[in-house]
């Protein structure tokens, strides 16, 4: 058993039928990515993990318990974060205070809207920022206003944030998305720290195969909904009709 299991999802949209009979197995402390062209369901799937959408039928578990149905910050308290394709950052605040309101909200279960009147008193909570953005290499950064950050720093950036919630489980939805290949580079490093300092599994949703087989233990492939395979990155990269479909050429 995984810590993720999904079983028998199915999901329509009206005519479509956008995942049919899918199961996937993610073990613990590994990194899972999913690939396929557009149209083949990922961003279906991964909605259905984190219980934005609910399938017609079938299961989703995380460490046993289900994920649908539930309200967002529900599965942040399970273990659960999420990276969006778009970094999802408070643009006109700085780096910091980006930072101090996941600590915050750990907190108190909630941002106050005063927290940054008491920010002086709160000496364990701005340790634990500077502390994650350490982690990242972004502490030099921590006074700038995040709305000017580069694509990929504001991709680390929305990484801190994740990882004050202590997450067991990080989706990252096409995390190099837009990014110049010395910000994909650096993306690739961070996530390895991260994976080499914290016990977290992640699963990784990406049309750069040169991201996915840098990070990747596992890798599905999915076709219409449905899975045409499940391998080893070697073995993805040697199956003839994976690279007929999906990879053709790319170079990895």
Partial sequence: MGILEVRDVNKRFGGLQALGNVNLSVQENTVHAIIGPNGAGKSTLLNCLVGKLIPDSGSVMFDGQSVLGRKPHEI???????????????????VFENVLI???A???????????????REKGIIAQAEAILTDVNMLDKALMQAGSLSRGDK?????????????????????TAGMARADTNNTIDLLKEI???RDITMVIIEHDMHVVFSMAERITVLAQGTPLVEDTPENIKGHPKVREAYLGEAQV
């Fill in 76 to 94: 942040n308290q399970m273990g659960i974060s999420r990276v969006f394709q778009t970094p999802e950052i408070f643009k006109d605040l700085t």
């Fill in 102 to 104: 996941p600590c915050f």
């Fill in 106 to 120: 750990k907190r108190d279960g909630a941002f106050r809207l005063h927290a940054f009147e008491t920010v002086e």
């Fill in 155 to 175: 991709r680390r950036l929305e990484m801190a944030m994740c990882l004050v919630q202590e997450p067991r489980l990080l989706l990252l939805d096409e995390p």
């Fill in 195 to 197: 994976k080499s300092k």
